[in-house]
């Protein structure tokens, strides 16, 4: 079937509103919960070769998030898709009011190859739960994942409820011709600007979950160690291939050094003294990135690692020290191992370099002063972040996740995954039992019991 036929068949099968009741969301959200456990160790496989995925990561990063978002949704569907009653106002006396919330219809969802398991099926989760029916447009750069979706979505739901649609740019294309109900982009701000396009020609509401460069900045009271070991893990796992990766670090002058030092120490730590040897380390998703990546090990000096290997296509944890803004390391997204450390005298210097740029997708604040933490959330623009800490934010279904500005428009997981999909229908149920005269043209005031 091609996209348009596709696209005819679910519009049907939404029509017929047979993914409607709690039940069929339900059921259809445990189906998807069981054949991933069936599937647990191919999807893990698929990881291992499109990304040298560690098992544990898999689980961690990937298949153990989506589990986490099924029970959730479970656990709480009942209620939000419950109309849920709001106040009357003084001038509607009588009435009732109503928030309604319907699914969109069909949903299309295009995926990125950085986690891509998790980032095509927990918004697939929504967009069940929300009572959608969806097409998924995995990633072509990542098809041992790709091909493992497709079969498992395959064997387990009708094509006109639930379809995956492998291919790259032209498939992807394709698609976003069509008038979906609902597009859900996960990808780089570029694409994101030409699905924006795309979706304007039908008015189709958007979430896009883009990128950009995120910061941490490292004040000169924080506890430095954690500090290191905080950035380390959520810059060099998936070897930095993490939307929500701190892409640079902004030390205050008086840590610098003991910083990168223990920075050194923790990337020691968790892939040994020859990351390139270790058999976990992630590798870099393709030569074209590769290359793109090994450009930028030329800006600035390398003041930790390195070193990188084309044949496994894997660069060490890299720090880089003396860079600035001019170069290109520092010009766009690094979505890769290297992770330039800068320095600043006054925390207000940090924050005016951060809001010259676009709004970031994440921001991480090290520092163990209320004031200085209440003053950098206010003062930055930003996704979504941390304080102490890196990536956490992403992995509760409590917190709503997505960027802002450049960096996204929506947000997903949790209640706000289900509200993504959903429309919120207002519904205003007025009384039959009086009516007031005034609101009428020819009224002259009064009340009218009917
Ligand atoms: P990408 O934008 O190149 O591709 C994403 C998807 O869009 C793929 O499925 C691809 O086939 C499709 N695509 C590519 N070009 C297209 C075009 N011209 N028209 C229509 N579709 C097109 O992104 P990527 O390289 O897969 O992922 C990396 C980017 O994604 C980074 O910028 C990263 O920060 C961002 N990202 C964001 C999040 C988030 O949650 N905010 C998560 C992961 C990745």
Not at 271 to 297: A, V
Not at 313 to 339: K, N
Not at 405 to 426: I, P
């Amino acid at each position: 079937m091609n996209g348009l036929q596709v696209f005819e068949k679910q519009q049907a099968y939404y029509r017929t509103g047979a993914t409607r009741s709690l039940e069929f969301r339900q059921g259809q959200l445990a189906k998807l919960r069981k054949v991933i456990e069936e599937r647990e160790a191919a999807i893990m496989q698929a990881l291992r070769e499109d990304l040298n995925r560690s098992e544990k990561e898999a689980f961690l990063l990937e298949i153990g998030l989506v589990y986490k978002e099924i029970s959730f949704m479970q656990k709480h569907l009942k209620r939000w898709m419950k109309p849920a009653k709001v106040k009357t106002a003084f001038t509607h006396i009588g009435s009732k009011g109503y928030i309604v919330p319907e699914p969109l219809g069909t949903a299309l969802i295009i995926a990125p190859w950085n986690y891509p398991f998790q980032l095509a099926i927990a918004p697939l989760v929504g967009a069940i739960a929300a009572g959608n029916t969806s097409v998924l447009k995995p990633s072509e750069l990542s098809p041992a994942v790709s091909e493992v979706m497709s079969s498992l979505i395959q064997d387990t739901f009708d094509p006109a409820y639930i379809t995956v649609m492998e291919g790259g740019v032209e498939v992807s294309k394709e698609l976003l011709d069509l008038p979906f109900d609902k597009i859900f982009f996960t990808g780089s701000v570029n694409v994101g600007k030409q699905v924006m396009a795309a979706a304007a020609k039908h008015l189709t509401p958007v979430t896009l979950e883009l990128g950009g460069k995120s910061p941490a900045i490292v004040h000169h009271d924080a506890n430095l160690k954690l500090a290191a070991k905080r950035v380390a893990f959520g810059k060099f796992i998936n070897a930095g291939q993490t939307c929500i990766a701190p892409d640079y670090v902004l030390v205050h002058r008086s840590v610098k050094e003991p910083f990168i030092e223990l920075l050194h120490k923790s990337v020691t730590k968790f892939y040994g003294k020859d990351p390139l040897e270790h058999p976990d380390y992630g590798r870099i998703i393709s030569g074209r990135h590769f290359q793109r990546l090994c450009d930028f090990l030329q800006n600035g000096e390398i003041t930790i690692g390195g070193r990188a290997d084309e044949m496994s296509q894997r660069i060490e944890p890299t720090v880089l020290t003396a860079v600035d803004w001019s170069m290109p390391v520092m010009q766009e997204e690094i979505f890769g191992p290297i992770l330039p450390v800068l320095i600043y005298d006054e925390l207000q210097e940090a924050i005016d370099l951060i809001n010259a740029r676009p709004k970031p997708l994440a921001l991480y604040l090290f520092s163990d002063n209320q004031a200085i933490q209440k003053r950098v959330t206010e003062a930055v623009p930003f996704g979504g972040g941390c304080i102490n800490d890196t990536l956490m934010h992403l992995a509760t279904p409590y917190l709503p996740f997505g960027g802002v500005g450049e960096s996204g428009t929506g947000a997903y997981h949790g209640e706000e995954s289900f509200r993504t999909f959903s429309h919120m229908k207002s519904v205003l149920k007025q009384t039959t039992k009086f009516d007031f005269a005034f609101r009428y043209p020819s009224a002259k005031g009064g009340l009218a019991i009917i």
